[in-house]
Every structure is written in C-alpha cells, then in structure tokens.
C-alpha cells in the first residue's frame, strides 16, 4: 500500500517546486507509511484552505498515468476524507497509492472534461514535495491552470458496500495563482453542478436531472464567463449522448423480450 | 447628479485606507462629474476582478445611511453596468449617487440578510478613496467582511419599463483579504441560488422555488460550511413569512369578494 519514498531514490528530482507551509511533527513520529521513525511534514486542514463541509476540487492521481477527477473533499467534525465510489479511476488508483494531489481551479473545461473522462497528458506536470523526510514525485494539474494545489497522504482506508472511505491528511500546499478577491459567478456554479448531475445521469438516467440542466443552462447563459458557456455545451453533449444510449438499451431490451 | 468630491472639503479625511491600483487618465479629461479638467483615476474591470459575465457583489449605496444588496454586475461585450429594478433602495440612492462600491465577500448572513433587508450600521465603514482629484468618501462593507473592495463611479443612466440600466466604470480597488486558492463549495453556492429565489419568491409567489429551495437546503445540509447552514436557515424563515403573507392576502381577498 505504501508509496516508495523518494530520498536518493530514482523518483527523487531537482529543486522542489513545492514548500510546505505547515509544521513538521516532532522527531520519532512513526509514519504509517514504512513503519520507521522519521519527521513528517503535516499541515492543518485550515492552511490548506479547507473548512467544515465539502470542499469540490480536481483530484490528481495515478504515479504512472495521472488521471484527473472533480472530487468533494469532505471535512466534518474534525475528519477529513474522501468517499469514492469503487469502479472510478481516483478509487482503483487510492486502493494502492498513498499520496495524491488536490487542485483548486476555476477553469471550467477542467471540471467537464474530467467529469466524464480524462483530461489529455498536457493537462498535468510532475511536481517534487519535501514531505520532510526525502522529496515526493507526484503530478498534478499544471501550476498555471491551479490556484492551489495540495499533496495530500492517504491514512485509513474502510470499505461500505458502495464506497471506498479514505481517511486523508494535508501534507503540503502551495498557492499558484495570485488570483485573490474574485466575485461569486453563478454560471460557474450551474456548471459545477450540472458535473455532479451529469455523473448522477450516467448512473440513473433520472429525467429530472435533464429539466434541471434546462435550467443550468439558463443561468450559464445569462451569468457565465464565456469559457464557462464553452464547457457546458460539453456537458450537454455528453447528457445528451448516455440519454440516447439509454435508449437504445431500452429498445434492445423490448426486442429481446419481445423475440 | 454629482457627488460633492471631498478634496479638502468636510467629507474628506485622514490618510486613505485605500490605493488605486489602476491608471491615472491624462491630465486635462474632462470628468462627467463637474465638467471641469481633472485627472480622473479609473482601472479596467479586469484589474478589478471583474470578466464577461455577471459578478454577485454586495454593493452598497446611501452616502447618508448604507444600504447592502446582492446585485449582479454585468460585464458583456465590454460593456459594464447595473441592471436595478425601480423601488429597490440600491435604485433609489443610485439615481442620485455617482459612486458606489462593490465588495466581494464569501460570508453568507451578509448575502442572506442583505437580501431582504438591510444591514445593521455596524456592517459597514467609510473609506476615502483617491479618484485622482482628492479624496471620495464612500461606504462599504467593513474590510474584515470583504475578500475586495471596489469603487466603481455611474457614467450613464437609461430607463427602461421596468429597470434603472446604469454604465459604470471601477476606479479604485483594494483586495483586503489575502484568502487565496479557495475551493468552490457547493453549500456557499446554493445559498446564492436561494437569496436569488427568495427575492423572485416575494414578487411571483411561483411555488416551483419553493420546491427548489428544498434542493438547495439539501445540498446546503450536506456540502455547507456551518455559517452556510445557519445563513440558509434565515432564507427559508423569510420564505416562510412571504409563502404565509401571500396565502392571508389570498384569503383576505376571498373574503371581501364573497362580501
């Protein structure tokens, strides 16, 4: 389960990109990682810009193939941790990789295009993470489309029936873009939440989902930034792609039993 | 129309709390204001934080007693301006102000309670402004409250049927807290939606929003940060209290039809 640490070893690289802002814990703290006494870098959900709720953020995993999924970072009462359903990309990679990156972005493509597949090799750029005790490779989205990325460590895992919960902790952040004192865009939100209808789509095929991407689209219309009203045709195509192919299936499945 | 510009004046003050941090215009323009030569200080809506589409800021207006609303700014085809229905206070002191300031904060009860009412006074503070030719003296939120502060000056006013459409331009902006990389929270966002639904609410009485609202409060529930769940509970008092006035006009309106 444990990722190989990279101090001296091959995945160990240049000047780090990254810093941590946060404290190091005392000396002689066993990391779950290999059982061995070493300091760990660690950092309070707060610096990391995380509060009470559900933070939506890109994340960033795979060590050989990154794959990029829209992501809610739960933190209640004091736990912070993921619930990811078994069958996505971001599970399989979690079952077996301890560290993984979260990025904050308002780019709106992002969002869409990883919602329903994954983002192109372009997207992502392998960073170096001093997690105090050696350098940590891991990618992420491109500094330049981020405003923050945080490498985050995987603590616990528990399996329910439907869900994988990872208990998680903030290892370090690094803030990328200066972009501070931006307004609230209610186009970039109706895109956000026609992401989470649309994944919602695939699974049930509600009809209800697709009179609310009615009014999505409204808002998106009259609210959004232009590369906003861009990504949404792309959630649009897409909804309007599982529809007819659950059609189809339902046609195929009146055939069959008709035959 | 004009605002009496407080260089040496008695709403001038001590030194500014705020900078521009866009361009003086060359001496010798003539500002809309007096029409006499000045130089006029003014800052592209970029600078300000401002792109294509519609930015919900806290405006606040009143020079004699600040009043907040959520109001959209409208940014389209390089055109920036306010669209304010006849009878809101916003309209009534911005037919009168030349000036008026913009902030953008993530604080929900702000948004919440200055959605159907005003603040109390202890929500606000007056900065002076250097607009290139002394200081302005205008009310805004207090900086604690507010990621950005701007000062934006009304060019022009068009009256339509129904709205005051006002062409403005940002002349000073202060970003006053440096929260950076924030991630999107879905709870923060449906509180939006709800404070935008409350105000459609107490004009159309439409029951569809009320069926909404139930949405946004689950989504509230889950994603929220506690002060979005206690904000919301303040929207959905008011719903409440306008669905019951609107139900006792109903019947009141019986009675006296059946008398």
């Known amino acids: 389960m444990s990722q190989a640490i990279s101090s001296g070893s091959g995945r160990s690289g240049p000047a780090p990109e990254s810093s941590c802002s946060g404290s190091v814990s005392s000396p002689g703290k066993t990391d779950y990682g290999n059982g061995r006494p070493c300091r760990i870098c660690r950092i309070s959900p707060e610096e990391a810009g995380l509060y009470d709720g559900i933070s939506e953020m890109i994340v960033v995993t795979g060590e050989k193939k990154p794959n990029a999924a829209p992501i809610g970072i739960i933190y209640r009462n004091g736990r912070l941790f993921l619930r990811l359903f078994y069958g996505s990309a971001t599970c399989r990679n979690l079952e077996s990789e301890d560290y993984f990156t979260g990025c904050v972005t308002t780019d709106p493509f992002i969002f869409a295009e990883s919602c329903y597949g994954n983002l192109g090799p372009e997207y992502f750029e392998q960073n170096y993470y001093d997690i105090g005790r050696g350098l940590l490779q891991a990618p992420s989205l491109r500094s330049c489309d981020a405003d923050r990325i945080t490498l985050f460590r995987c603590l616990s895992r528990k399996r329910s029936e439907i869900a994988l919960l990872i208990d998680i902790e903030p290892v370090v952040t690094i803030v990328t873009n200066s972009r501070r004192g931006m307004p609230f865009n209610r186009g970039f939100s109706a895109l956000i939440e026609a992401c989470v209808d649309l994944t919602r789509f695939r699974l049930s095929g509600d009809h209800e989902i697709i009179q609310r ?46 035959a």
């Open 213 to 258: 991407l009615v009014r999505y689209q409204g808002i998106v219309r009259r609210c959004g930034r232009p590369e906003d009203k861009e990504a949404f045709l792309l959630i649009r195509r897409k909804m309007l792609e599982y529809s007819e192919n659950r059609e189809s299936e339902k046609k195929t499945d009146i055939r069959e039993n008709e």
